[in-house]
């Protein structure tokens, strides 16, 4: 045991002075909680207290409907804005091209792409002369929503990859051997990192379909917020559906100076959650650790979202209770108790090395804004206990500072915790 501890110990201790607890009344609906954190059925949801940001553009309202189910707050900040191109002049030319000298295959990767694309040429006059020309090639679809909209048009693939896979058709196209071959790929905005590149390289012409192009959104105030709320760890996990929104962020942040700040946020206390590969390369090329689902679906991505966030939590043993610490709240016997964000900096900076004394000094710098004056630990404290219903998780220690009151039996296995608790 520590010097600090041991006067933690001998000192002389109050764990009151801190008024009276909260209610715990309910509140209806999907996954919302009240006072005490526990839906209708009684358990707590699994990411019930902890902050989930959302850059997608598209299919946002579905995936923040999935998070906020399981009890997740959500901050959305969609960091691109998909523009259509019917009226592009690059998706007319590369259209007219391929009606004028046939491509002998066909890759379609998105169904919204694949649909775009043939209401673009509808538009110019040309929807019927594009589907006798896909009538009379190789078409591939990467998987079964693009397989729904390839026969919704009247067509059939000549083959599906059950992966869904875009490295699993390059492998196949490879075998077949694409010499001489003429590939049309249709794109939805996001980039196939070495896709065109393997198969020009084995000789293959390679023309690509431009679908929709990505651009910066017109309100960037959402996507600062989102930067400023990962870097203060107020924001506990960032999903992305997609590599441009991914190097959309990384980009803004270096725009702001931040870069950074936001990669050590990501290697450290925020969890990067990608739908899949392709849309973690430019975070992991920036040495950001990241996780996958296994089925690049949104279903699976907030799944693991709500097994992530939980586990990444260690409990501790606190004055006889079991509390949890997350991103907005604490977990008090399994009841959720939401703390204002500067109560869970006092909480967090008490946390990181439980059963020590922490001075009121390094509390103050701790708490966001604060000033100069400690009387704002003591204001900020004592909101702290009423929030957490048992005040006597955090003792007082007379002229020192404050401490988390871990069991004693608990000492030596948790006096080295570091982190978010």
């Not at 209610?23 to 005490?36: F, I, P, Q, S, V």
């Not at 900076?349 to 400690?374: F, H, I, K, M, Q």
């Not at 004592?382 to 006597?392: K, T, W």
């Amino acid at each position: 045991m520590g010097q600090s501890q041991m006067h933690a110990h001998s000192s002389r201790t109050t764990g009151d002075g801190t008024g009276r607890t909260e209610g715990t009344g309910r509140t209806e609906g999907r996954g919302r909680t009240g006072g005490t954190g526990r839906t209708d059925r009684g358990a707590v949801p699994p990411l019930a207290g902890f902050t989930v940001g959302v850059t997608a553009a598209r299919r946002a309202d579905e995936l923040a409907a999935l998070l906020e189910r399981r009890g997740a707050a959500v901050l959305r900040a969609p960091v691109l804005r998909i523009v259509p191109l019917s009226d592009d002049v690059e998706l007319l030319i590369t259209t007219r091209q391929l009606l004028d000298d046939a491509p002998d295959v066909v890759v379609a990767t998105t169904a919204i792409g694949f649909r775009g694309w043939v209401e673009a040429a509808d538009g110019w006059g040309l929807g019927e002369a594009l589907l006798r020309r896909l009538d009379g090639v190789e078409l591939l679809a990467r998987g079964p929503k693009v397989r729904g909209a390839v026969r919704a048009a009247g067509l059939t693939e000549a083959w599906s990859p059950a992966s869904e896979s875009m490295a699993e058709v390059l492998e196949r196209l490879l075998d077949e051997g694409v010499e001489g071959r003429r590939i049309a790929v249709q794109l939805h905005g996001e980039p196939l990192p070495g896709f065109a590149e393997a198969l020009r390289a084995a000789g293959a012409t390679v023309v690509a379909v431009p679908v929709y192009r990505w651009m910066p959104p017109e309100d960037l105030g959402p996507v600062d917020r989102l930067l400023d709320a990962a870097l203060t760890r107020s924001l506990d996990a960032v999903s992305f559906t997609s590599a441009p929104a991914a190097a959309s962020l990384l980009e803004r942040a270096e725009q702001r100076g931040q870069a950074e700040a936001l990669l050590d946020a990501f290697r450290t206390d925020v969890l990067a959650a990608c739908v899949g590969p392709v849309t973690a390369l430019p975070l992991q090329a920036r040495d950001v650790p990241t996780r996958q689902p296994e089925r690049f679906r949104l279903g699976p991505l907030v799944q693991l979202i709500a097994a992530e966030l939980p586990g990444r939590v260690r409990p501790l043993p606190v004055a006889g209770h079991r509390v949890e610490i997350r991103g907005h709240a604490a977990l008090v016997d399994g009841l959720l108790r939401p703390v204002p964000p500067a109560g869970m900096a006092l909480l967090r900076a008490l946390a990181r090395r439980p059963g020590w004394v922490v001075s009121r000094g390094d509390l103050l710098r701790a708490l966001p804004g604060a000033g100069r004056d400690e009387h704002a630990v003591e204001t900020a404290m004592a909101r702290l206990r009423v929030s957490l219903g048992v005040p006597r998780l955090i003792q007082t220690v007379v002229k020192r500072g404050y401490r988390l009151a871990l069991d004693p039996h608990a000492d030596t296995k948790y006096a080295s915790v570091e982190g978010r608790g």
